[in-house]
């Protein structure tokens, strides 16, 4: 039977390597001279012995934590994001703790409490943007480097994001000239995303001379956007009127449920004159290009945001990021399917 050691000093004394330098070799195996090293996996193999990283952390003025908080980890956006995160800390030698406050903003700044409390190295957070947490965001950045990305929130930190406005005004454009010009259906506006994307819409309609037409309800905070989406959908043609030709959703996901209450009504989606309604998104969802017809939609570039953001936060937290290099804005790509 391996003998069993309860903490670090117990297998320091059993191994005959000081705490310090055990310490040492957990950070970072290639940091302690390779006959040490050698002892020490020696010892490890021997012994049922594993480092508690979290216990080791909290005695340390800081750690080699990285938070990460998001609005929602079963969006698919935000799921992207966070693998692509996920790999890019550990690859620096950081452990990411990643946090889902479910679109709420109570849970956001229990979130923010959370990631103090763990003495991070640094924060990575999609905001939601909630002036309720502004005092609590601003107070994060006072205490660990901190990096807002996707969406910009209260808390003058740098941000990396969607550049929404060339991203609308891309696909505004291309659906004006593959036919008529498209109304927008909203979604709720949970985030300062919606808002620009909407404002983006009004602008290039009006300056491609076209009169904007808003679809859908803004009311409300739910990140059930494909209910939205097929509810307000179901609501338009329930009153007996009939949707414009070309419909642009402020995401996918709202599409996707617009699609489906107008293929229940048997309405054709679709390129062409033998369809009655064009439709078309914006982030690019994993499903897009699965659903029926394949979706057209606005890609956004979400690993250059992911690997952006980090190593803003990376340079952050090594002492130095210059005032031109606290704002990155991503261009999105357009991607042409059937739907439009």
Same mark, same amino acid.
């Given at each position: 039977? =391996?003998?069993?050691?309860?903490?670090?000093?117990?297998?320091?004394?059993?191994?005959?390597? !000081? *705490?310090?330098?055990?310490?040492?070799?957990?950070?970072?195996?290639?940091?302690?001279?390779?006959?040490?090293?050698?002892?020490?996996?020696?010892?490890?193999?021997?012994?049922?012995?594993?480092?508690?990283?979290?216990?080791?952390?909290?005695?340390?003025?800081?750690?080699?934590?990285?938070?990460?908080?998001?609005?929602?980890?079963? +969006?698919?956006?935000?799921?992207?994001? %966070?693998?692509?995160?996920?790999?890019?800390? %550990?690859?620096?030698?950081?452990?990411?703790?990643?946090?889902?406050?479910?679109?709420?903003?109570?849970?956001?700044? =229990?979130?923010? +409490?959370?990631?103090? !409390?763990?003495?991070?190295?640094?924060?990575?957070?999609?905001?939601?943007?909630?002036?309720?947490?502004?005092?609590?965001?601003?107070?994060?950045?006072?205490?660990?480097?901190?990096?807002?990305?996707?969406?910009?929130?209260?808390?003058?930190?740098?941000?990396?994001?969607?550049?929404?406005?060339?991203?609308?005004?891309?696909?505004?454009?291309?659906?004006? *000239?593959?036919?008529?010009?498209?109304?927008?259906?909203?979604?709720?506006?949970?985030?300062?995303?919606?808002?620009?994307?909407?404002?983006?819409?009004? +602008?290039?309609?009006?300056?491609?001379?076209?009169?904007?037409?808003?679809?859908? !309800?803004?009311? &409300?905070?739910?990140?059930?956007?494909?209910?939205?989406?097929?509810?307000?959908?179901?609501?338009?043609?329930?009153?007996?009127?009939?949707?414009?030709?070309? $419909?642009?959703?402020?995401?996918? *996901?709202?599409?996707?449920?617009?699609?489906?209450?107008?293929? #229940?009504? &048997?309405?054709?989606?679709?390129?062409?004159?033998?369809?009655?309604?064009?439709?078309?998104?914006?982030?690019?969802?994993?499903? !897009? *290009?699965?659903?029926?017809?394949?979706?057209?939609?606005?890609?956004? +570039?979400?690993?250059?945001?992911?690997?952006?953001?980090?190593?803003?936060?990376?340079?952050?937290?090594?002492?130095?990021?210059?005032?031109?290099? =606290?704002? #990155? $804005?991503?261009?999105?790509?357009?991607?042409?399917?059937?739907?439009?």
């Amino acid at each position: 039977m =391996r003998p069993k050691h309860r903490n670090m000093e117990e297998f320091a004394q059993a191994s005959g390597v !000081s *705490r310090p330098t055990l310490s040492k070799y957990f950070d970072d195996p290639a940091s302690v001279r390779p006959a040490t090293r050698a002892r020490i996996e020696a010892a490890l193999r021997a012994s049922d012995y594993r480092p508690n990283p979290f216990a080791r952390n909290l005695n340390r003025k800081r750690t080699k934590t990285v938070g990460v908080v998001v609005p929602s980890i079963i +969006d698919p956006h935000y799921s992207g994001l %966070v693998s692509r995160i996920e790999t890019l800390c %550990v690859e620096a030698g950081y452990w990411p703790l990643v946090i889902s406050c479910h679109g709420s903003a109570e849970l956001e700044a =229990r979130a923010f +409490d959370a990631v103090l !409390s763990q003495k991070v190295a640094g924060a990575l957070v999609a905001p939601l943007g909630a002036p309720a947490n502004a005092r609590l965001a601003e107070e994060l950045g006072r205490e660990v480097p901190l990096v807002s990305f996707d969406n910009v929130g209260e808390a003058d930190a740098p941000f990396v994001g969607n550049d929404n406005r060339q991203s609308v005004a891309t696909i505004v454009d291309y659906l004006c *000239r593959a036919g008529e010009p498209p109304a927008f259906f909203d979604m709720p506006a949970v985030n300062r995303n919606a808002a620009e994307r909407r404002a983006a819409y009004a +602008d290039t309609m009006a300056r491609l001379g076209h009169e904007p037409v808003f679809l859908g !309800s803004r009311e &409300g905070l739910s990140w059930d956007f494909e209910r939205h989406g097929f509810e307000e959908m179901e609501k338009l043609l329930t009153a007996g009127r009939r949707p414009p030709r070309t $419909i642009l959703c402020a995401n996918d *996901r709202v599409a996707f449920g617009a699609m489906a209450a107008a293929h #229940a009504r &048997g309405l054709r989606i679709g390129r062409g004159r033998e369809a009655d309604l064009a439709l078309a998104g914006h982030d690019d969802h994993p499903l !897009s *290009r699965y659903s029926c017809p394949a979706l057209t939609t606005m890609a956004q +570039d979400t690993g250059a945001i992911a690997t952006r953001s980090t190593a803003m936060l990376f340079a952050l937290i090594d002492g130095g990021l210059d005032s031109a290099e =606290r704002r #990155a $804005i991503v261009e999105a790509r357009l991607v042409m399917r059937r739907s439009a």
